[in-house]
């Protein structure tokens, strides 16, 4: 049985939540991945999951681009565990289908190391940050690089795959956290969402996940025009 743990666990808040869920599954399913040497360096190696066709001018980051703005060399630093090398990397430009045929894009890149794994990715709903965190269980409002952000839990699911070709299950995974900023200072819609878990299933630092989001959305491709 292969156990894949990446996907958070709708709760009570099915928009917010549904939302992540889809963010999430689209880094692991869709993306390009590039797996890490874990011996001989101290840092992860330069980022590859950039080398995918260019995708097309939309005016909207790509998965790629959020893969070379995470997947830095101080990354395992930011997180605390700068002994480890990524294990894995990836983007991907997914999105999520709407009732009445509307996709609202959602691009992601995603880091794993032996200890915790972080997400980086895009939601382009037209929705403000604002006033969100009344949907988000103990969410809290609070400001991030002079935007309006809401810090947050959730949970990932596990899935189980059969060896044996049987039906997959899932259940319950590990706690995360999670930081929405908004993708401009006048939240005029749209978010970039940063998550962070643990292998061994404790609850992530804010501190830490508050510190990478510092750190990594400034060198996202357009965060200075919202300024």
């Not at 939540?17 to 999430?24: F, N, R, S, T």
């Not at 983007?91 to 709407?98: R, T």
């Not at 929405?180 to 962070?196: E, H, I, P, R, Y």
């Not at 508050?210 to 919202?226: D, F, S």
Request: aromatic fraction near 4%; charge should be negative; hydrophobic fraction near 35%.
């Amino acid at each position: 049985m292969t156990e894949v743990t990446g996907t958070p666990e709708k709760g009570t808040n099915p928009w917010a939540q549904g939302i992540a869920a889809v963010v999430l599954v689209a880094a692991l399913g869709g993306g390009l991945w590039a797996s890490g040497e874990t011996s001989g360096t101290s840092g992860p190696p330069p980022a590859t999951c950039s080398d995918e066709e260019p995708a097309k001018r939309t005016g909207r980051v790509t998965g790629a681009q959020l893969c070379e703005a995470l997947h830095r060399p101080d990354l395992a630093e930011l997180l605390g565990t700068p002994t480890e090398t990524a294990k894995s990397a990836g983007g991907s430009d997914g999105s999520v289908g709407l009732a009445g045929g509307k996709d609202i894009p959602m691009p992601s890149a995603e880091v794993e190391f032996d200890t915790c794994t972080v997400t980086l990715s895009a939601t382009y709903d037209g929705l403000p940050v604002t006033g969100s965190h009344e949907l988000l269980g103990d969410g809290r409002q609070r400001t991030v690089l002079g935007r309006p952000a809401v810090l947050y839990s959730d949970r990932t699911i596990r899935i189980d795959f059969r060896l044996d070709g049987g039906d997959a299950d899932s259940g319950p995974g590990v706690p995360l956290r999670a930081l929405t900023v908004a993708q401009d200072a006048k939240d005029s819609g749209g978010s970039f969402d940063v998550t962070l878990w643990r292998a061994d299933g404790m609850v992530p630092d804010d501190a830490v996940l508050i510190r990478v989001a510092e750190k990594v959305l400034p060198t996202v491709p357009g965060w200075a025009a919202g300024r």
